[in-house]
């Protein structure tokens, strides 16, 4: 199964919408192929996904307002999941890894998604910046040196020759992007690391008595103090292939 990289983009931040697409995408996976459900109801559909009445009647105004379904039938009585792929896969992200146990594991899955992306966007203009300033045989450094300068002039970068460095992906920004608390960023990246589609390495340092100072992110270990630094994630193989559809055309 696909879904269209725009579509995670305009949800970022947003978690009825993330709520809502989650919920199109588990009736999805449950119709099959046709993506239709004939003289569709509230309790046809509850039937087939183990998804509460209060919850469809919730979210389904919100999925016929983006499109991702519609009513056909001479009258309206099919429901029809649209307009979540596109034809063109270099458009799309492969979601085959959700986990579709349920509507709760669509959901979890799809949030665990979106903080991902980001790892995947970093390890991608790291690559980039690797082929511009230091290219292997085969590689395209042409087109890596055109999308450095593209990235320049976006603000990405502040040079063409700006040396990548790896910050980590702070809980921070993972809660800005899922529009959820840094607790509940937390528990989204141990929900993808559980599901082997990352790792993560931490990065802390002991803190000098002479050098002290608290931005929040401490702790204390055998009589010393360590200033604790965003983790670093390392996508799995076919996580950073699923996710990487589109972003290795130049």
């Not at 976006?154 to 899922?178: N, W």
Request: glycine share 4%; net charge positive; charged share 25%.
């Amino acid at each position: 199964m696909q879904i269209r990289r725009k579509i995670m983009n305009e949800i970022k931040g947003q978690p009825r919408l993330q709520k809502a697409l989650a919920f199109a995408i588990f009736l999805k996976f449950k119709l099959g192929r046709s993506s239709l459900m004939r003289n569709y109801s509230t309790n046809k559909i509850h039937t087939l996904t183990g998804i509460s009445a209060t919850t469809i009647n919730k979210y389904l105004p919100v999925l016929i307002e983006n499109g991702w379904v519609r009513f056909d039938g001479k009258n309206q009585q099919h429901l029809i999941v649209c307009k979540l792929a596109s034809h063109a896969d270099n458009r799309n992200i492969c979601i085959d890894k959700f986990c579709y146990d349920s509507y709760k594991d669509v959901y979890r899955s799809l949030r665990a998604f979106l903080a991902l992306i980001i790892q995947s966007h970093k390890d991608f203009i790291k690559r980039t910046i690797q082929i511009a300033t230091n290219p292997k045989r085969g590689q395209n450094f042409k087109a890596a040196r055109k999308l450095v300068k593209r990235l320049v002039r976006q603000g990405v970068l502040k040079s063409v020759y700006d040396a990548y460095k790896e910050l980590g992906l702070s809980l921070k920004r993972i809660a800005k992007e899922t529009g959820n608390c840094v607790r509940t960023a937390q528990n989204i990246m141990n929900y993808a690391i559980s599901k082997n589609w990352c790792s993560k390495q931490h990065h802390y340092e002991k803190v000098e008595s002479t050098n002290f100072y608290y931005d929040g992110y401490m702790f204390y270990k055998n009589g010393n103090l360590y200033n604790v630094f965003a983790n670093t994630y390392e996508l799995s193989k076919p996580v950073a292939l699923n996710l990487s559809l589109g972003n290795n055309r130049w």
